[in-house]
């Protein structure tokens, strides 16, 4: 078994590269570290790289990089790796920061990178964005959660910190509560991607930033209750979501087996569990109630709210005309002052 420490960057592809480089530029605050031709490579201002974009017809999440253990040797990996009966190969020189990767596939077909070294981007003096903290966490749906959650525990080392139903699954590598989260559905694809940011005041300033940009939010402000992140959504130009998050659940000591509250928690303390299906999004924001929260029905969502939920799941092909529909009818009319 591998032993996964953080997750690197995902690489994404997307018919537009110049206008996904300006939004992860402009509005997410990355730095760009490379730019080749039909490919980019941008990190976040403290220096680990986040996102590689490439030139694609279709959007996808066609890979996503992991860090083991620094110093580990690259061949016992792959030893490792044809001992548990997986295909891989070593590459070399993916990224300005990584040297040597190990690849293979996961089930659901996305193929995984992993590395134990990692140089750090170069400095970026420029003050531009939400500027996150690091890329969180990323979401997948997928039609067989149970089978990917068993192998990312016995290949890659993560521990489930909690399920929704036996339908969404929350693993970690980490203190941090999820670091990869799978819900089922017909079609595996990505779900969203989060950055983490500082604070709460950072989620009011990437709100009012979004704003300003004319991108509407999605879903929240709000806090969650599995994981207990408050959280922001919005779709990005190629209609993939994207989360800023903060204040999500940690676990400091795995013996002890509990999340730190943040600032408090329902069970006390919280551990790992399966939630039940009923179990509302979130603690408060949109979704977070009904009119009538006595009744045990009204720990459903609303029609409405459940609207909502389903506009962070909406694929990222359906999605962009509909976002710059929303845009276009959000912008001040000229003739205001
Ligand atoms: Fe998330």
């Known amino acids: 078994m591998l032993q996964i420490k953080r997750a690197g960057h995902s690489t994404l592809t997307t018919p537009d590269i ?31 790289e986040a996102i590689v974009l490439e030139h694609g017809s279709a959007v996808d999440a066609p890979r996503l990089s992991f860090q083991v253990a620094p110093g ?13 009966g997986i295909k891989c190969e070593r590459r070399s020189d993916i990224t300005p920061g990584i040297r040597e990767v190990v690849t293979f596939a996961d089930p659901k077909g996305t193929t995984l990178e ?42 890659l080392g993560f521990r489930v910190s909690d399920w929704r139903g036996d339908f969404f699954a929350f693993l970690r590598c980490s203190r941090d509560h999820h670091t990869v989260n799978f819900l089922r559905d017909d079609r595996a ?19 009012d930033l979004l704003a300003k940009s004319n991108i509407k939010l999605t879903w929240g402000p709000l806090r969650h209750i599995i994981g207990h992140n408050i959280a922001i959504y919005h779709q990005n130009p190629d209609g993939v979501v994207i989360e800023f998050f903060c204040e999500m659940d ?41 009119p009538n929260r006595t009744n045990a029905a009204a720990t459903k969502p609303s029609a409405a709210a459940a609207a909502q939920f389903a506009a962070i799941h909406r694929t990222p092909a359906a999605a962009p005309a509909r976002v710059r529909n929303e845009q276009k009818k959000s912008r001040p009319k000229k003739s205001r002052r």
């Open 18 to 48: 110049e206008r996904m480089v300006d939004y992860f530029t402009r509005i997410v605050g990355l730095n760009l570290v490379a730019r080749e031709k039909g490919r980019a490579v941008l990190a976040t201002k403290s220096g680990p």
């Open 72 to 84: 580990s040797d690259p061949g016992e990996l792959v030893a490792r790796l044809k001992r548990a």
């Open 114 to 155: 992993i590395f134990a070294d990692f140089g750090f981007a170069p400095d970026d003096p420029t003050f531009t964005g939400v500027m996150p903290l690091k890329l969180g966490h990323i979401a997948y749906t997928c039609p067989d959660v149970q089978g990917l959650v068993k192998f990312y525990c016995d290949v």
């Open 189 to 207: 694809a990505i779900h969203h991607i989060a950055f983490e940011v500082r604070d709460w005041s950072d989620i009011k300033r990437a709100s």
């Open 250 to 290: 940690q676990m400091h000591d795995e013996e002890l087996g509990f999340f730190e509250p943040r600032p408090w928690h329902q069970d006390r303390p919280q551990r790992p569990k399966v939630w039940g299906d009923d179990t509302l999004s979130n603690w408060w924001g949109p979704m977070s109630h009904s």
